[in-house]
T-cell receptor, first 111, second 114 residues
Framework: QKEVEQNSGPLSVPEGAIASLNCTYS??????FFWYRQYSGKSPELIMS????GDKEDGRFTAQLNKASQYVSLLIRDSQPSDSATYLC???????????FGKGTMLLVSP | DGGITQSPKYLFRKEGQNVTLSCEQN?????MYWYRQDPGQGLRLIYY???????QKGDIAEGYSVSREKKESFPLTVTSAQKNPTAFYLC?????????????FGQGTRLTVV
């Protein structure tokens, strides 16, 4: 059974700090990795995708992938109260278009 | 505007009723999906379809049915066989199967049994 694990949190950080969100996955054949942000009562919004080992930066967001350790992370620099949401890690099922989601980590950024 | 439209936003179902949730997309995506989300839980796959007139069961298909008669549409029926249907239902779509398969979501339908 493919699994994607995330710490449920909440992760509390002060405004302006770096928030670090982590995710591990069980299927070594996974090739595509995504981070979604979900505000309470809303649908998930894609914020980052990463496909190869290393770092990928987009504005205040950096995704990091280590396939050998089966680990993917999301760093949010200069955290803002508007970043307070649940962050879902998703991993593709090799050979298929379906994604397996973790349960999400709740991030709380305090002013 | 390109996107995925789910309707209704809120739906109430009586015990023993079947209800159908609508999902329409104009992104010209081949693949469409239905997920269920319960409070504090991640998304669980109900059904998915990669091409018209074909669909596959996901992890929690029991008590649900789908059809894919048109590329743009992928309705989900919650049948009376689904014993605990109260949840947030999310429809998504993605381009053809390839390495970089990003999925994009509609705004969701919140179903409540009354």
């Amino acid at each position: 059974q493919k699994e994607v694990e995330q710490n449920s949190g909440p992760l509390s950080v002060p405004e302006g700090a770096i928030a670090s969100l982590n995710c591990t996955y069980s299927d070594r054949g996974s090739q595509s990795f995504f981070w979604y942000r979900q505000y309470s009562g809303k649908s998930p919004e894609l914020i980052m995708s990463i496909y190869s080992n290393g770092d990928k930066e987009d504005g205040r967001f950096t995704a990091q992938l280590n396939k050998a350790s089966q680990y993917v992370s999301l760093l949010i620099r200069d955290s803002q109260p508007s970043d307070s949401a649940t962050y879902l890690c998703a991993v593709n099922e090799p050979g298929y278009s379906t994604l397996t989601f973790g349960k999400g980590t709740m991030l709380l950024v305090s002013p | 505007d390109g996107g995925i439209t789910q309707s209704p936003k809120y739906l109430f179902r009586k015990e023993g009723q079947n209800v159908t949730l609508s999902c329409e997309q104009n992104l010209n995506h081949d693949a469409m999906y239905w997920y269920r989300q319960d409070p504090g839980q991640g998304l669980r796959l109900i059904y998915y379809s990669q091409i018209v007139n074909d669909f596959q069961k996901g992890d929690i298909a029991e008590g649900y049915s789908v059809s894919r008669e048109k590329k743009e549409s992928f309705p989900l029926t919650v049948t009376s066989a689904q014993k605990n249907p109260t949840a947030f239902y999310l429809c998504a779509s993605s381009p053809p199967v390839k390495l970089n398969t990003e999925a994009f979501f509609g705004q969701g339908t919140r179903l409540t049994v009354v």
